[in-house]
């Protein structure tokens, strides 16, 4: 049995499979998830589990080294606002684009991760880094 890492299989296999650059979606429930992009469905209940969580979770074994956030979240949701600021300082780099963008720059990611998190905008579209 993992010891370290990410448990949940599906994500385990699909971090391990990443690339420079290569970008997965943390969503919240009510994002659409594209055709054809793989989708690992966390939500258990409304809320459950929340979009923070499930990102820190993947941050612990993930080399990420851009964001991407829908730009309507900072008049809609202030937590998620204090999220990109925690992963700025982190040293990610952000990038800010309206939310019709966010979602068609999801067709291009290789695995969207649902979460249970039923507040607006609660989405970050995660872009791999190198860990050398």
Request: glycine letters at 8%; one cysteine or more; proline letters at 4%.
């Amino acid at each position: 049995m993992k010891k370290l890492g990410h448990l949940n299989r599906d994500i385990a296999r699909v971090l391990a499979g990443m690339g420079h650059t290569d970008s997965l979606v943390i969503a919240d429930c009510g994002l659409p998830i594209p055709a054809g992009v793989e989708c690992i469905d966390l939500a258990l209940a409304l809320g459950e589990p929340g979009f923070a969580r499930v990102l820190d979770t993947v941050l612990a074994d993930f080399q990420c080294e851009r964001a991407v956030f829908a730009d309507e979240c900072r008049a809609h949701n202030p937590a998620v606002v204090e999220t990109a600021a925690a992963l700025s300082r982190q040293g990610v780099a952000l990038e800010w684009v309206s939310h019709e963008a966010f979602k068609q720059r999801c067709q291009a990611a290789r695995v969207v991760i649902r979460t249970g998190e039923c507040t607006p905008y609660a989405n970050v579209i995660l872009h791999s880094g190198v860990i050398f």
